[in-house]
């Protein structure tokens, strides 16, 4: 889709903030919803982390040294962005045995498990440890849902190489649990790459499984589609560009990547004025024409959570 008129763009006077990267107590630890992203050495754990949480650009994270201790972010935007996130290093095994590793600890509080597998590489090699990870994890607490990232699938240049590589992943991981008499185990596959947006759409997946309030929030955006003749609704959060909800009607890739290059430019403009008044008394909202009789509206409910809606012109 593009577009075929300048956008109508009203903009407020609130500026969107940072996610907090002030130290976490263990308290806070513990009473919050915990992610906890793991995989071998160098798969793309901090990269993810820098991109989407920080918008560092995926050019930058080559720089990015690898992490040595276990990694603490508190993410805390709104009600339904609101929990911990916790990088394990690659290069520490959680089940050697001359570690002093509370399993327990790490896993009885999780609700999800994020597991990345760097497909650039002999992606092989990290199978057994994810193995590991799963038969433990569910051991400990079978409540936590499991997520594996094939990562870096920028370097597979054709399609049909990126669905084999996932095939191969997913008939290997799945035999091994069968085998073990955990087929009831179920893991769920995304193809990633922070160079595109499938690593924002695979982590609005994974979050939106985390929101007790998902059903109501998608029976609201229904209801808006309904009577407001809305072709497909979203609710986003500004910061990552994750999103929190959406209506039931089914996902188009290239709509993601068209709504988050209108967020992005809508807040490059917003970062032009001064941001020296009440947030709470602040708009922010704009109109996007396409060339395909649609237009894109985009409006901001509070400081970080906007609806985007998708409405034919006629």
Same mark, same amino acid.
């Given at each position: 889709?593009?577009?075929?008129?300048?956008?109508?763009?009203?903009?407020?006077?609130?500026?969107?903030?940072?996610?907090?990267?002030?130290?976490?107590?263990?308290?806070?630890?513990?009473?919050?919803?915990?992610?906890?992203?793991?995989?071998?050495?160098?798969?793309?754990?901090?990269?993810?982390?820098?991109?989407?949480?920080?918008?560092?650009?995926?050019?930058?994270?080559?720089?990015?040294?690898?992490?040595?201790?276990?990694?603490?972010?508190?993410?805390?935007?709104?009600?339904?962005?609101?929990?911990?996130?916790?990088?394990?290093?690659?290069?520490?095994?959680?089940?050697?045995?001359?570690?002093?590793?509370?399993?327990?600890?790490?896993?009885?509080?999780?609700?999800?498990?994020?597991?990345?597998?760097?497909?650039?590489?002999?992606?092989?090699?990290?199978?057994?440890?994810?193995?590991?990870?799963?038969?433990?994890?569910?051991?400990?607490?079978?409540?936590?849902?499991?997520?594996?990232?094939?990562?870096?699938?920028?370097?597979?240049?054709?399609?049909?190489?990126?669905?084999?590589?996932?095939?191969?992943?997913?008939?290997?991981?799945?035999?091994?649990?069968?085998?073990?008499?955990?087929?009831?185990?179920?893991?769920?596959?995304?193809?990633?790459?922070?160079?595109?947006?499938?690593?924002?759409?695979?982590?609005?997946?994974?979050?939106?499984?985390?929101?007790?309030?998902?059903?109501? $929030?998608? &029976?609201?955006?229904? !209801?808006? #589609?309904?009577?407001?003749? @809305?072709? +497909?609704?979203?609710?986003?959060? *500004?910061?990552?560009?994750?999103?929190?909800?959406?209506?039931?009607?089914?996902?188009?890739?290239?709509?993601?990547?068209?709504?988050?290059?209108?967020?992005?430019?809508?807040?490059?403009?917003?970062?032009?004025?001064?941001?020296?008044?009440?947030?709470?008394?602040?708009? $922010?909202? &704009?109109?996007?024409? !396409?060339? #395909?009789?649609?237009?894109? @509206?985009? +409006?901001?409910?509070?400081?970080? *959570?906007?609806?985007?809606?998708?409405?034919?012109?006629?």
């Amino acid at each position: 889709m593009a577009e075929n008129n300048p956008p109508e763009l009203f903009i407020g006077t609130d500026a969107i903030q940072p996610y907090s990267q002030e130290p976490v107590s263990m308290a806070e630890q513990d009473s919050k919803p915990k992610i906890i992203l793991m995989g071998l050495r160098r798969c793309g754990k901090s990269s993810i982390a820098q991109v989407v949480f920080n918008k560092m650009t995926p050019n930058r994270t080559l720089l990015l040294e690898s992490t040595l201790n276990i990694d603490y972010t508190d993410i805390e935007t709104n009600c339904f962005l609101h929990y911990c996130l916790l990088e394990i290093p690659g290069q520490t095994d959680i089940f050697d045995s001359t570690l002093p590793m509370d399993h327990e600890g790490v896993f009885s509080n999780c609700d999800a498990v994020i597991y990345i597998i760097d497909c650039s590489d002999k992606y092989e090699a990290s199978l057994p440890y994810l193995y590991q990870i799963v038969t433990c994890a569910h051991k400990i607490n079978p409540k936590i849902r499991f997520e594996v990232f094939i990562h870096k699938t920028d370097v597979l240049r054709q399609e049909g190489d990126k669905l084999g590589v996932r095939r191969l992943i997913y008939q290997k991981v799945t035999r091994d649990l069968q085998d073990s008499c955990l087929e009831t185990v179920k893991l769920h596959f995304h193809l990633t790459s922070i160079y595109d947006y499938s690593i924002f759409e695979a982590l609005s997946t994974v979050m939106q499984k985390l929101i007790p309030e998902l059903p109501i $929030l998608e &029976s609201m955006l229904n !209801l808006l #589609n309904q009577k407001c003749k @809305i072709e +497909k609704s979203y609710l986003f959060d *500004l910061h990552s560009k994750i999103y929190i909800a959406t209506d039931s009607t089914p996902l188009d890739t290239n709509v993601y990547g068209l709504v988050s290059d209108k967020i992005d430019m809508v807040l490059d403009l917003a970062s032009l004025y001064d941001y020296s008044g009440n947030a709470k008394e602040l708009e $922010l909202s &704009s109109t996007f024409d !396409l060339n #395909n009789k649609v237009v894109l @509206i985009l +409006k901001k409910v509070n400081l970080y *959570l906007a609806l985007v809606c998708l409405m034919n012109s006629e």
